[in-house]
């Protein structure tokens, strides 16, 4: 799974196997190593980001957060997004 940051002990990363056709840009979020189970959070074209799920049950003031710290990184992240998957779509 490529990580792309860690904040407060958290990863964020891409899941590797996103399936076909794959889908819109996002990231997940947990604590130590990458799950399947871990909190996805989707990324919006207008730069902002919709929590999908909280699946690792990270505290909401944490998770605000660092969704904040997410949305300064946007253009980072479309940017890696595009070069690992070579193609870049939004959910809303």
């Known amino acids: ?22 889908e819109p840009i996002h990231v ?17 074209k207008n730069g902002k980001t919709l929590i999908c799920h909280n699946k690792s049950q990270i505290p909401m003031h944490e998770l605000n957060d660092i969704c904040d710290f ?9 940017s890696k997004w595009q070069e690992y998957f070579d193609q870049l779509s939004f959910y809303c």
């Open 70 to 78: 997410l949305e300064t990184q946007f253009f980072t992240i479309a």
């Open 28 to 44: 997940h979020v947990s604590k130590g190593s990458p799950r399947e189970n871990s909190t996805k959070i989707w990324l919006t």
């Open 1 to 22: 799974m490529p990580q792309i940051f860690r904040i407060a002990g958290y990863r964020v990363y891409f899941w590797s196997d996103e399936g076909k056709p794959v």
